[in-house]
């Protein structure tokens, strides 16, 4: 019976992390299709880009430890929160790209957003091809 409760517990334990290696892995494809669609919506040069991306990572950052710190809290303060960030960002984008691509960076973020849930519920809404299982 150990034994058994063992091997449970292992197998349970190597689904986890083979879990978690997947959201990773999610995560990281999705933020590099994300830097794809701005990098083409903003229509950015290879010298723009070099000089945007390092903003926006730290701009990005901003916002995931504003939102994080209070992520069971009041929903109009995250987002005068976010707000604010944005606000605080804009001339610096604006420094690097210009006005029309720094207001195009919000609308393209939005429209990214947008693409990604669709796809996520064109996905769920997809039935799921059934496993045919060898007979013995």
Do not use: C
């Not at 390092?54 to 430890?65: A, G």
């Amino acid at each position: 019976m150990k034994k058994i409760l063992f091997i449970a517990i292992i197998f349970l334990g190597s689904f986890s992390i083979v879990n978690a290696q997947d959201d990773a892995n999610k995560a990281e494809r999705i933020q590099a299709l994300k830097i794809a669609f701005i990098t083409k919506k903003l229509d950015l040069t290879a010298d723009e880009a070099q000089r945007f991306w390092p903003v926006y990572n730290r701009y990005e950052n901003d916002i995931k430890e504003a939102v994080g710190e209070n992520k069971n809290g009041d929903v109009i303060d995250n987002e005068e929160k976010v707000l604010n960030i944005k606000k605080r960002y804009r001339p610096e984008f604006i420094k690097v790209v210009g006005q029309p691509k720094a207001n195009n960076l919000f609308n393209s973020e939005r429209e990214f957003r947008g693409v990604l849930m669709r796809n996520l519920q064109n996905r769920q809404a997809q039935p799921k091809p059934m496993r045919l299982r060898r007979q013995k």
